[in-house]
């Protein structure tokens, strides 16, 4: 099993700037990927962006343009980098570890969340 320990969320001004942080304990070595989903009232959880442990990233309609993604293996940690945030952006971010199975499947563990309020 993995543990999630998410930090970074907050209040930002519309066009700044937030860094989430997101570190990995636990049965790291089943580790496939890292990443970032959220989740505003109503509607479903959102890919934000994610990250294999071999460092090839992959992003959802929200973050194209505007977040980056990186892994420090050293320190399990993954690191969303979000500007030009706007008030869409508000909503709960969730870490997401994909972990892989002892048949190979992959599963979800996930962080408890973390607020992101875009607002002047």
């Known amino acids: 099993q993995v543990q999630l320990e998410e930090s970074g969320g907050g209040l930002v001004q519309p066009g700044g700037s937030l860094r989430l942080s997101c570190a990995a304990s636990?049965?790291?070595?089943?580790?496939?990927?890292m990443g970032w989903y959220r989740q505003a009232p109503g509607p479903e959880r959102e890919l934000v962006a994610a990250i294999t442990v071999g460092g090839t990233p992959m992003f959802g309609d929200p973050a194209k343009g505007r977040f980056t993604i990186s892994l420090d293996a050293a320190k399990n940690t993954a690191y969303l980098q979000m500007d030009g945030l706007k008030a869409g952006d508000t909503a709960v971010y969730y870490c997401n570890a994909k972990v892989l199975g002892p048949d190979q499947s992959l599963n979800d563990e996930w962080g408890q969340g973390t607020v992101v309020t875009v607002s002047s």
């Open positions: 636990g049965n790291i070595d089943s580790l496939a990927a």
